[in-house]
């Protein structure tokens, strides 16, 4: 097993969901119960009170639940009628189903570099990107933390450009008041079970406040029909199961008081890590609120193998989000393109571990281990 993945049982996990788990375990089995009674399993009203729920709660008009957020990357680019040659501008720093995606729909990724600050999108570097098959631009919100979307939708909006937002890690952010995955032409969300809002299986959903976009993907979720039977487009069995939704209805009501148990968990992090020269913390909030989805810092001179081996020795796990940038891989690798600050990040990050409910006690031991660790 890679390093990377390596979690010590009975220790310190990424992430340890237990207490979330323990504390509305009635509830959620209660809601399972209700399903199994009712008997609709596919497309029941869990689904449609969820997503008329998270819609209210994102301040969008529709929200379209689907099977998982790769789903909804896709569903979205092919509802704004991106295909076939076209360029998507996106980071190279994210989970690789950003840019496949875009290649999925037969469009081309075209990476910018990103921010050493913020791990995001360098939007200085933009308008460089653009050519005459520019179609759409992709930001991540990564890790948590909202990519800076006034240049961005200032850019989209002079070049006539989509702009579908990757929320996948930023489930209740905001930038500048709003919620992440509203800005944009489309937003799209995760609910694999390590995010924020996470089901306990997959799941995905889309946000819009156009009516035709939302239209376009409920009829692609549904094998492109929007009448069983009448199939107007090729499209995907992508609904999002209704045990799942259930699930999500329960958990939902609880998102901004666990995003304020992550942020406050940073805090601590922050103040306890703050005076390590080794080590290069995660930027505070400027113009967005983290919902550190991860808390990753960066190590300084080579050393963040051997300071992963040592936590680990230690009982502690950690994970490296991304030990190569999407660039670098080799389905990417011939387009032979050069992001030396997502390179020089992918050989620094390490995410350390964090959840909503994480103990003071547990964090000073890590704290301690770091220190221990680089000095």
Known sequence: MDRREIA??????????????????????????????RGAF??????????????????????????????????????????????VITTPFTFFATAEAISQVGAIPVFVDIDPDTYNMDTN????????????????????????????????RLHH?????????????????????????????????SKNLGAYGDGGLVATNDPDLAEQAVMLRAHGSKKKYYNELIGFNSRLDEIQAAI???????????????????????????EFEGIILPVEEQYSSHVYHQYTIRVRNGKRDELQARLLEEGISTMIYYPLPV???????????????AERLSIEVLSLPIWPQIEESTQQFIAETIRASLY
């Open 248 to 274: 999500l209805r329960v958990k939902l009501p609880h998102i901004d008081e666990w995003n304020e148990g992550r942020h406050q968990a940073a805090a601590r992090y922050r103040r306890l890590l703050g």
């Open 42 to 87: 596919i497309m029941g009203q869990n689904v449609k009170d969820f997503e008329r729920e998270v819609a209210e709660y994102l301040g969008v008009n529709y929200a379209v639940a689907l099977n998982s957020g790769t789903d909804a990357l896709v569903i979205s680019l092919l509802a704004c009628g991106i295909g076939e040659g076209d360029e």
């Open 161 to 193: 450009l989509i702009v579908v937002e990757d929320v996948a890690q930023a489930f209740g952010g905001e930038y500048k008041g709003r919620k992440v995955g509203t800005i944009g032409d489309m937003g799209c969300f995760s609910f694999f079970p």
């Open 8 to 37: 010590v049982p009975g220790k310190i996990p990424v992430l340890d969901i237990s207490c979330e788990v323990q504390a509305l375990k009635p509830q959620i089995m209660s809601a399972i119960e209700s399903v199994l009674d």
């Open 327 to 341: 660039h670098q891989l080799p389905v990417y690798r011939s387009m032979n393109v050069s992001m030396p600050v």
């Open 125 to 156: 570097l933009l308008e460089s990107a653009l050519t005459e098959k520019t179609k759409a631009i992709i930001p991540v919100h990564l890790f948590g933390q909202s990519a800076d979307m006034d240049p961005i939708m200032e850019l989209a």
